[in-house]
């Protein structure tokens, strides 16, 4: 009786872990789709200096705007923890997107968030400043895989290579613009429909993966599909329709940071 009891508490707890997987809304997943770490069209130019630490870029604005006091965006939706440094970083930030993806705020003369909240992308995190070891007001920014700074790439574009001083190169911010949270679709055939229901006419068709700006999110028809299940749908900029979240590329049933339509 013991041991028949112990395979039917397995089992059930085998379940609940299918089930649980069941959920997820994606497969393993490449890179958020990264914005600038400053406000929508400020111009700002950037460098990397020989004494700099991993694969970092400081950014100063180049619009003729104020660099000290400007706020500093979320790149990309995640949690924000809140950290301090006298002898380098200052007061600083570091966003965990999940995915072993994490981007770090250097220097920042103040926090606007708590430690450990949840931020969307474009989402003010703090102002910048020169705290720490800095010569001057400049955003230092970082792109980190499980770890180890990457080249910084915004809206898929590689910034590298990297320029040793500043005015040589620009990026404009597209970022906190009201345009939606970019992710990538996945999978081929993807029906964009006039609202979040399967009898809802279709829109257009995405191929394959696919950039697109979600505007909102909201709760539709159950769908599985690809060995998931989810009833949350997205708002798409661009195609004007919704799609199923079991095709946005992002591990959550109900994505972070984008609000409820
Ligand atoms: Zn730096």
């Known amino acids: 009786m013991r041991s028949s009891r112990t395979v039917v508490t397995f089992l059930s707890t085998l379940v609940v872990a299918l089930a649980a997987t069941l959920t997820v809304a994606g497969p393993a997943q490449a890179a958020p789709v990264f914005k600038a770490p400053f ?34 965006l979320a790149s990309a939706a995640g949690t924000a923890f809140r950290y ?86 620009y990026l404009t911010s597209d970022n906190g613009c009201g345009g939606g949270t970019a992710f990538w679709t996945w999978g081929s055939g993807v029906r964009v429909r006039t609202d979040a229901y399967l009898s ?13 700006h979600v505007l909102c999110q909201k709760q539709g028809d159950w769908v599985t599909a690809d060995g998931y299940t989810n009833n949350w749908w997205s708002r798409l900029r661009d195609q004007n329709g919704f799609i199923t979240n079991i095709y946005i590329d992002h591990p959550a049933a109900q994505l972070p940071g984008v609000p409820v339509c």
Not at 200 to 209: I, N, S
């Open 39 to 72: 406000p929508c069209n400020q111009r700002w130019t950037y460098s990397h200096h020989s004494a700099e630490v991993r694969l970092a870029l400081d950014f100063v604005r180049a619009d003729g705007g104020t660099t000290a006091g400007t706020p500093v």
């Open 84 to 169: 301090y440094q006298a002898d380098g970083a200052g007061n600083y930030i570091v966003i965990d997107h999940g995915g072993g993806w994490k981007t770090y705020y250097f220097h920042l003369a103040a926090f606007s968030v708590a430690h450990g909240a949840w931020v969307g992308q474009g989402q003010q995190i703090g102002t910048t400043g020169s705290t720490g070891n800095s010569s001057g007001a400049h955003i230092h920014y970082e792109q980190l895989y499980n770890g180890v700074g990457q080249n910084i790439v915004i809206n898929g574009w590689s910034l590298a290579p990297y320029p040793g001083y500043y005015n040589q190169k």
């Open 200 to 212: 809802a006419p279709t829109v257009t068709t995405l191929a394959g993966p696919t950039l697109v």
